[in-house]
């Protein structure tokens, strides 16, 4: 079966500036496929353009059989999209939106009342529907944001960003959302820089940096590019000048690679028991307080840093 959505080498240019360089990937129908990678690494730009909003400079994407560039309506149909910013009228309730957006999308009469009280009850609002979007936590608005990206029943649905600047309970809620409409058959395409996402999530995920897809495939495929290697993290205190450190640790033999990030220093190595020792000795000679420590088995985060040279954070 030919994949439900193929990026070909899509390109994004502003100017001197590329935002999105020669990145290609391809969605399985029923799959939840995450791009992962930090703020300003070309993910809202490359769903811009799948969703026909930025034309590329150079490539294509082809969803359900159309192309982006050439057939945008056809495309549309197909898709639903859930920005990273809310796209909602703060002085309608959540009904008025709806019943507003299930119209620009060609929704009326019997079957819009029908399909805006089932995405209420689908998105958990049903209670809610009549108050205004304003009186609305982020969280809430967030789920009703989702609700519009579901109205015409989509095949393909974007999330950008979902979850972000909402409270954990809320970001509980919306992962648990997600989950459950993948498990009714929707394939989903999520964007997110929060690597406990995609590994929740997602049955493939491709990294994103600086506009270019550094590696594809599942969580194991993806540790497995890194060998079978640890996560050392020592935390320091705050405002510590960690440069000194991160030099020492770098001549460690026991060490695959190192990096600093918010008050600790994060060691990629074969076996933490193993460099845990050496790692103290030197953070104690030069200074440093360690004041916890914690290890973690291969994830995706160790894949991050070892393809990025750089920490993936929060």
């Given at each position: ?249 770098q001549e460690l033999p026991e060490v695959i690679h190192v990096s600093t990030s918010e008050n600790m220093v994060v060691l990629i190595v074969p076996e933490a028991d193993d ?40």
């Amino acid at each position: 079966m030919p994949p439900i959505l193929e990026v070909q080498n899509l390109v994004k240019k502003f100017g001197d500036i590329t935002a999105v360089d020669g990145v290609s990937f391809d969605i399985q129908e029923g799959e939840i496929f995450s791009l992962l990678g930090p703020n300003g690494a070309g993910k809202t730009t490359t769903i811009s353009m799948l969703s026909c909003l930025l034309e590329p400079t150079s490539g294509d994407a082809i969803v359900g059989g159309y192309s982006v560039t050439q057939n945008a309506l056809e495309v549309k149909n197909i898709i639903g999209v859930v920005p990273q910013e809310i796209a909602l009228y703060e002085e309608l309730s959540a009904r008025e939106n709806l019943n507003f957006w299930g119209q620009m999308y060609g929704l009326g009469g019997g079957a819009l009342k029908t399909r805006v009280t089932e995405v209420l009850e689908q998105i958990g609002l049903a209670d809610r529907a009549k108050d205004r979007i304003k009186t609305y936590s982020g969280g809430m608005k967030r789920r009703v944001n989702i609700g519009v990206g579901l109205l015409h029943k989509p095949h393909l649905l974007y999330m950008d960003e979902p979850t972000v600047g909402i409270d954990p309970q809320s970001r509980r809620s919306i992962l648990d959302s997600v989950k459950d409409l993948n498990k009714a058959g929707m394939t989903v395409l999520y964007t997110t820089h929060y690597m406990e996402e995609a590994e929740e999530l997602s049955h493939r995920v491709g990294i994103i940096d600086q506009g270019k897809m550094i590696a594809i495939g599942t969580q194991k495929e993806l540790t497995q590019l890194v060998g079978e290697n640890e996560t050392l993290r020592l935390h320091t205190g705050e405002n510590v000048d960690l440069q000194p450190l991160l030099a020492a640790l770098q001549e460690l033999p026991e060490v695959i690679h190192v990096s600093t990030s918010e008050n600790m220093v994060v060691l990629i190595v074969p076996e933490a028991d193993d460099a845990l020792p050496p790692a103290l000795i030197k953070a104690d000679r030069l200074g440093y307080k360690i004041r916890s420590v914690d290890i973690q088995e291969p994830n995706l985060e160790a894949v991050f840093l070892k393809l990025t040279g750089k920490a993936l954070r929060d």
